[in-house]
C-alpha cells in the first residue's frame, strides 16, 4: 500500500545521527544540559542514508523509566521467557528444550509437503483383506489441506495416541532394514546417528583437553601451562613431565570414523541413479528446499515418498530488555495463550506525541471525509496524495498530544530551511507552549461522546472542548487568522499550533542529477526521496513530578530532597513527513 | 436476532439497520437463517455479507409431535465487531458419526473481519484481525489478539495462537 501523507516518526536516541548511546550512569542520575544543547546544535537530517535506520513510528518504540529514554529494536535485547507449541498450545520447559529439541514431542505434526497441520484419521482395514484384519482400525496422518497423508511413506499407526513414540519406533525399523540391506562398507549413517555419534565424540574431547585430573583445581597452579612455567622457573624437571606438560594443549582433533560420527561420501545413491528417478518421477515429485528443510529426518529426501511427517516447531514467548540498564521493558505474563503484560513500557505512554495535518477552514474540516488510511477498508477508495506546490505556502496543525499526568512545557524547534537537497522553509508560529495533564481513559471517552452529537470531525471535537473550556466560541472558529506567538487550539491534554511551510523546488535537485548523472551515481541513490517534504523537529519536554516519600526513591538517585517535585526533560527529535512536492 | 425500526427514514441513513443494542446491518447484507445468529451489540454487518446462520445442526428430531426447538446457534459474533464488505461467514461442518453435522462459529468481540473473505473457522477469539481477501478455512480456530495479514489462506484445523502474525498460502 502506498504512503500516506502526512506521517510523523522518531528518532531513536541510540543513532549516532541524533546523538552518542547514552550511557547508564549520567542519563541515571540528572540531566545534562550541555548534552541536550549539543542535540539542538546538530540538526537531524532525515535524507541521510542511515535516517531510516533511526526512525521509527511512536508505536514501534518502547521507553526506558530508568534511562528515561527512548528505545528502539537495536537498543533493547530479546529474552525468551517460555517455548510453546503453537499446534497444542503446551508450554515446554527449558529442560526439556536443550534435551528434546525445539520441536514438540506430543502428537503435533506438520505437512511436509504443505507445512499445514497434520490431523490424526482413523481408517478401517482393506475389505479384501478378510475378515480378520478387516475390524482391526488403523490411524494415519492427514493433511487437511493439500491431502498429503503418512500412507505415501506406507505408514500406519496401530494407536491414535503417542504418535511420536510410534513414528520413532516405525523409523528405526525402516532405516536400520535398510541399512542392512545396504552393502556393509558403503553402509551410510543416519543424521540422527552421526550426530549422537559427533556429541560423544566431541564431549569426551572436551573432558579430555579441558579436564586434566589435576588435584590442584584450585590452586593457581591448576593450569598446565601455568604449571609448566613456573617448572621452568626453577628448573629441573624429568624429561616425560616436560614433554607430557608440553603435549597437554594439543589441538582437539576431528572425528575420524563413523562410529565417531564421520560421516564421508557414499556411493549408496549414486549421482546416474538420482538422475534417472528425477527423469522418471519429474519434477513434482522432487522435493524442495523448504520441504527438505522442514525436519532433520527429511534432510535427505530427495524425492516426495521419501518425506516424514515433521514435528510441530516450538514457538518463543519473548520479553524485551533495556540494553543499557538490563531492566524489562515488556514483559508478557507468563500463561500460554495469555496476552497481558506484567511489563510494558510503551513510548506511546511516555512521550509527548506530535500530528500534523493540513490547516484547513473549519467548514471544511467539518464536512470532509476522513483521511486517515486506517479507516479505508480498501486501497483504491484512498484519496490520491495530493503534491505539494514549490514556493507556494501551505499551512498545517500541528497538535502535541501528552500521555503523562502532569502538564508538560514544550518546546519545539526546527531548522529555517529543511535539510537536504531541496531547501524549504519551515515557521512554527507558536514553538514554545504548555500541554496539558492526561486524565484517565473515560475522562476522554465522556468528553468525546458528550460533543461528538454536535459536531464531528477531530477539529470539532477540539473545538467543541474549546467551547466548554471558555476559551473560546465555536462561532469565532471559523474566521480566525493563525498569529504568530498564539496557539490554535487547546484540549486538555493537547494543543494545535499553526506551522506554515514553503516547499521548495525540486526542478533545482533534477537538473543537477540530468546534467550528471555519474554525479547522481556517485551518492548512492541518495536522491531517490529527495522531493519528500521532510521537516525535523526538535522537541523538549519539561515536566515536574512530585515525588512521594519513600517511592522510588531507592530506584533513582537525585539531587533534590524527596519532598521537592523533580524536575525532567526530555529531548527528542520527530520527523514530520509532510508530502511529495511537485516537480 | 431482533430487528428494531429505523431510528431515521432519511434517504442517506438507510444503508444501515440498527438494533436495539446498537448493531448495525447493512440493507445489502444476505442473512438467511436469522434465527441462528447471535449479534453481541454495536457490530457492524457491511454490505454484500453473507452469514449463513440456515446452516446449523439440525435439531433433535421433535418427539410425539411437539414443537420443534428452533432456536439453535449457527453464528455467534461478539461486541464491536467489523464484518467488511463482500465476506461470506459460514459455519464449518464435520462428518460425525457418518453424518455430515454443522459446527457453531464463535466471533469474539472487537474483531475486524476485511472484505471479501471466507471465513469457515471454529472460533475467532477477541481482538483478532482478518486482513482482505483470507480465507479461514474449516474449523481453523483463531486465538486472541492476532492478526491474518490480507491474502492469507489458513488451512483446515490449523491454531493460530495468539498474538501472533500470519500470512501466507
Ligand atoms: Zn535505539
Ligand atoms: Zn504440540
Ligand atoms: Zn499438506
Ligand atoms: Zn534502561
Redesign the pocket.
Known amino acids: 500500500m502506498a504512503i500516506q501523507y502526512p506521517f510523523t516518526s522518531y528518532a531513536c536516541p541510540c543513532s549516532d545521527l541524533t546523538s552518542p548511546p547514552p550511557s547508564t550512569v549520567n542519563r541515571r542520575t540528572s540531566f545534562h544540559p550541555s548534552a541536550i544543547q549539543l542535540d539542538e546544535d546538530q540538526t537531524f537530517n532525515p535524507h541521510s542514508p542511515r535516517a531510516n535506520h533511526a526512525l521509527y513510528p511512536l508505536d514501534h518504540l518502547l521507553y526506558c523509566d530508568e534511562c528515561d529514554a527512548l528505545r528502539c529494536p537495536r537498543c533493547w535485547t530479546e529474552e525468551v521467557l517460555y517455548w510453546y507449541?503453537?499446534?497444542?498450545?503446551?508450554e515446554v520447559p527449558s529442560s526439556a528444550v536443550k534435551g528434546d529439541g525445539n520441536r514438540?514431542?506430543?502428537?503435533?505434526y506438520t505437512c511436509p509437503s504443505c507445512t499445514s497441520q497434520l490431523a490424526v484419521t482413523q481408517i478401517t482395514g482393506r475389505k479384501e483383506d478378510g475378515d480378520a484384519t478387516a475390524d482391526r482400525d488403523t490411524y494415519i496422518l492427514q493433511c487437511p489441506y493439500c491431502d498429503w497423508s503418512s500412507l505415501e511413506i506406507d505408514l500406519q499407526f496401530d494407536r491414535p495416541t503417542k504418535i511420536t513414540e510410534q513414528i520413532s519406533r516405525l523409523r528405526k525399523a525402516r532405516t536400520t532394514a535398510e541399512q542392512e540391506k545396504a552393502a556393509p562398507d558403503a553402509k551410510p549413517l543416519l543424521h540422527e546417528d552421526a550426530f549422537a555419534n559427533l556429541t560423544t565424540f566431541y564431549k569426551e574431547q572436551l573432558s579430555d583437553t579441558t579436564d586434566p585430573q589435576n588435584p590442584y583445581s584450585n590452586s593457581p597452579y591448576s593450569s598446565p601451562a601455568n604449571l609448566a612455567r613456573i617448572m621452568s622457573l626453577y628448573g629441573g624437571l624429568p624429561y616425560n613431565a616436560l614433554k607430557k606438560s608440553k603435549e597437554k594443549p594439543q589441538p582437539m582433533r576431528e572425528a575420524l570414523q563413523p562410529s565417531e560420527g564421520l560421516r564421508t561420501y557414499t556411493d549408496a545413491d549414486s549421482d546416474a541413479n538420482i538422475i534417472q528417478q528425477m527423469q522418471t518421477l519429474g519434477w513434482d515429485r522432487t522435493t524442495s528446499a523448504h520441504q527438505r528443510n522442514s525436519a532433520p529426518t527429511n534432510d535427505d529426501a530427495r524425492f516426495t515418498d521419501q518425506l516424514w511427517p515433521a514435528a510441530?516447531p516450538?514457538c518463543t514467548r519473548r520479553g524485551k530488555r533495556c540494553k543499557a540498564c538490563r531492566q524489562f521493558l515488556t514483559r508478557p505474563e507468563g500463561k500460554v495463550g495469555s496476552m497481558k503484560y506484567r511489563i510494558r513500557l510503551l513510548a506511546v505512554n511516555h512521550i509527548p506525541r506530535l500530528s500534523i495535518r493540513p490547516f484547513l477552514p473549519q467548514q471544511q474540516t467539518t464536512g470532509a471525509p476522513t483521511t486517515n488510511p486506517a479507516f479505508h477498508l480498501r486501497a483504491e477508495e484512498l484519496p490520491t496524495p495530493e503534491l505539494l506546490q514549490p514556493y507556494q505556502t501551505k499551512q498545517y496543525i500541528l497538535t502535541v498530544r501528552n500521555p503523562l499526568f502532569e502538564s508538560v512545557h514544550i518546546s519545539l524547534a526546527t531548522p529555517a530551511t529543511t535539510p537536504g537537497k531541496v531547501a524549504s522553509r519551515v515557521t512554527i508560529l507558536c514553538p514554545t507552549f504548555t500541554v496539558g495533564p492526561a486524565g484517565e481513559l473515560w475522562d476522554d471517552a465522556l468528553a468525546s461522546t458528550s460533543n461528538s452529537s454536535t459536531t464531528s470531525g477531530d477539529g470539532g471535537r477540539s473545538a467543541a472542548m474549546a467551547s466548554l473550556t471558555g476559551s473560546m466560541a465555536e462561532s469565532s472558529m471559523a474566521d480566525r487568522q493563525p498569529e504568530a506567538g498564539k496557539i490554535w487550539t487547546k484540549t486538555r491534554n493537547s494543543t494545535s499550533v499553526v506551522m506554515e511551510i514553503v516547499p521548495g523546488s525540486v526542478g533545482v535537485g533534477t537538473t543537477r542529477i540530468v546534467s550528471g548523472a555519474e554525479e547522481h551515481d556517485d551518492t548512492g541513490g541518495a536522491g531517490e526521496d529527495e522531493d519528500v517534504l521532510e521537516v525535523p523537529v526538535y522537541v523538549r519536554a519539561e515536566w515536574e513530578v512530585e515525588v512521594k516519600l519513600g517511592e522510588s526513591t531507592g530506584k533513582r538517585k537525585f539531587d533534590a530532597d524527596p519532598g521537592a517535585p523533580l524536575r525532567k526533560e526530555l529531548g527528542y527529535w520527530v520527523v514530520l513527513s509532510v508530502g511529495r512536492i511537485a516537480s | 436476532m431482533s430487528r428494531s425500526a429505523p431510528a431515521s427514514r432519511r434517504t442517506a441513513k438507510t444503508e444501515y439497520i440498527e438494533t436495539d443494542t446498537g448493531n448495525k446491518i447493512s440493507r445489502r447484507a444476505h442473512i438467511e437463517g436469522k434465527q441462528n445468529i447471535m449479534l453481541g451489540g454495536k457490530t457492524v454487518i457491511m454490505s454484500g455479507v453473507h452469514l449463513r446462520g440456515d446452516l446449523c445442526r439440525k435439531p433433535e428430531p421433535a418427539a410425539d409431535g411437539e414443537k420443534e426447538k428452533t432456536s439453535v446457534t449457527a453464528i455467534s459474533i461478539g461486541r464491536s465487531t467489523i464484518i467488511a464488505t463482500n465476506s461470506i461467514i459460514r459455519p464449518p461442518n464435520r462428518l460425525h458419526k457418518g453424518q455430515m453435522t454443522y459446527i457453531p462459529m464463535r466471533i469474539g468481540d472487537n474483531v475486524f473481519i476485511g472484505p471479501n473473505c471466507h471465513i469457515s473457522s471454529a472460533s475467532i477469539s477477541n481482538h483478532v484481525h482478518v486482513g482482505a481477501n483470507s480465507v479461514l478455512s474449516s474449523l481453523c480456530i483463531i486465538k486472541e489478539g492476532s492478526k491474518v495479514l490480507p491474502g492469507t489462506v489458513v488451512p483446515p484445523n490449523m491454531t493460530i495462537p495468539a498474538g501472533r502474525r500470519w500470512w501466507g498460502g
Open positions: 507449541c503453537p499446534m497444542c498450545l503446551f514438540c514431542s506430543r502428537s503435533c510441530a516450538l
